[in-house]
């Protein structure tokens, strides 16, 4: 199973990006998709995850700013990020699994500067 995250990128303060995750199997559909952002220096934070059936979670910190959705057609799952912050800066990492991902993408950066 191959994961690849997406959409990284240079995006000034207040900006948006999207993030997209491209699973390679099928297991994708039955699979709960995780985002974790590493900042520089600091420990892997969980963003948001989105279950099997499509049910959302985020971090606290995040949610209202970020959506998580999924495309069980295109085996896909993405990360709307509005209303940037430079504390935002950081690889995204994409990962899935039936409940704890087991499957881990190499990330894709995020800075936010101006």
């Known amino acids: 199973v191959q994961v690849e995250e997406s959409g990284g990128g240079l995006v000034a303060p207040g900006g948006s990006l999207r993030l997209s995750c491209a699973f390679s199997d099928s297991f994708f559909t039955i699979a709960n998709m995780h985002w974790e952002r590493q900042a520089p220096g600091k420990a892997r934070v969980l963003v948001a995850t989105?279950?099997?059936?499509?049910?959302?979670a985020y971090n606290a910190s995040m949610k209202g700013r970020f959506t998580i959705s999924r495309d069980n057609a295109k085996k896909s799952a993405y990360l709307q990020m509005n209303s940037l912050k430079p504390e935002a800066t950081g690889l995204y990492y994409c990962?899935?699994?039936?409940?704890?991902?087991?499957?881990w993408g190499k990330g894709t950066l995020v800075i936010v500067s101006s």
């Open positions: 989105i279950s099997s059936d499509g049910t959302p």
């Open positions: 990962g899935g699994g039936r409940e704890d991902p087991d499957y």
